[in-house]
């Protein structure tokens, strides 16, 4: 509906500020440390228009990479606006799907308001929906081929890279590669 808001910054008060664009203070909702511009200013924030109990609810980040996860969490159960927007403040993005990508649950229960189960239920439902998470799939499998085109079983393979995937680039195939190649040299080792 309303893709972005841009206008002349007006104030901030926890966290929501108010944006006037076309003689309309727009009261906009974003996650806590978004980085704004002094006050008397021009902002553009990339909306998501909400309706909520209390009507209608506009909230707002820097990019839109942003908007898509903050959509994309309140598809998960358990997970409202006030909660993506603490996640987001937390984890931008990329963290997010990286630390979905990696099943990393601790990582995720360091936002306020997330517990393990939470956390678990995040990796589980987000795994298909970010699209970092998704080109790390694929990432995944192709590290896989490699140490299978190696000579390693593919189980043996399938448990290097999800070891790998700790300390290397979960998006790099040849970070994945080295790191599995690395891990399996030591365990024989």
């Known amino acids: 509906m309303i893709a972005f808001v841009k206008g002349t910054l007006?104030?901030?008060?926890?966290?929501?500020?108010?944006v006037e664009a076309g003689s309309i203070g727009w009261r906009v909702f974003v996650?806590?440390?978004?980085?704004?511009?002094?006050?008397g200013s021009e902002i553009r924030l990339f909306t998501h228009l909400a309706l909520r109990?209390?009507?209608?609810?506009l909230y707002g980040f820097p990019d839109e990479d942003q908007v898509f996860a903050f959509r994309t969490l309140l598809q998960v159960d358990g997970v409202g606006p006030k909660l993506a927007l603490a996640i987001l403040?937390?984890?931008?993005?990329?963290?997010?799907?990286?630390?979905?990508l990696r099943r990393d649950v601790d990582v995720l229960t360091r936002v306020p308001g997330v517990g393990p189960k939470l956390a678990q239920r995040l990796v589980l439902e987000l795994q298909d929906r970010l699209p970092a998470a998704r080109a790390g799939e694929g990432t995944f499998q192709d590290a896989v081929a490699a140490l299978v085109s190696l000579g390693y079983s593919r189980k043996e393979a399938r448990e290097a890279v999800q070891r790998a995937r700790a300390t290397a680039n979960p998006l790099e195939v040849a970070a994945l590669v080295r790191a599995a190649l690395k891990w399996l040299g030591d365990r024989r080792g």
């Open 10 to 18: 007006v104030g901030a008060a926890g966290n929501a500020v108010v």
């Open 53 to 57: 109990d209390e009507g209608l609810v």
């Open 31 to 39: 996650p806590p440390g978004t980085p704004l511009p002094s006050v």
């Open 89 to 100: 403040s937390v984890l931008g993005p990329e963290e997010l799907a990286e630390a979905v």
